[in-house]
Nanobody, 121 residues
Framework: QLQLVESGGGLVQPGGSLRLSCAASRATLDTYAMGWFRQAPGQEREGVSAITSDGSTNYADSVKGRFTISRDNAKKTVYLQMNSLKAEDTAIYYC???????????????WGQGTQVTVSS
């Protein structure tokens, strides 16, 4: 069973940066596509970015050019570098694993507990 643990969230001012990490335990990530999702209060969970096992990436239009997803299979860790953060990026961020690098939550089987990102002055 794959377990995922996110870290790196926090409070940051608009225009600032954060780097989220998602560490896997009890299994490897090599064969999985990995995704980052977020959910703001009162809103549905939305896909932010995804990456295939060989490093191909996919981004939501709202974060293109600002966020970068990457993975280190040897460390069983996926990252989300977030730059030029905006107030509307405030949400709980979740990582997930699945078979396809799509931005639809329905295609992911395993989820972490989430990490809070708050962008505010």
């Amino acid at each position: 069973q794959l377990q995922l643990v996110e870290s790196g969230g926090g409070l940051v001012q608009p225009g600032g940066s954060l780097r989220l990490s998602c560490a896997a335990s009890r299994a490897t990530l090599d064969t999985y596509a990995m995704g980052w999702f977020r959910q703001a209060p009162g809103q549905e969970r939305e896909g932010v970015s995804a990456i295939t096992s060989d490093g191909s990436t996919n981004y939501a239009d709202s974060v293109k050019g600002r966020f970068t997803i990457s993975r280190d299979n040897a460390k069983k860790t996926v990252y989300l570098q977030m730059n030029s953060l905006k107030a509307e990026d405030t949400a709980i961020y979740y990582c997930a694993s699945g078979r396809l690098p799509v931005l639809s939550a329905a295609h992911y089987n395993y989820w972490g507990q989430g990490t809070q990102v708050t962008v505010s002055s």
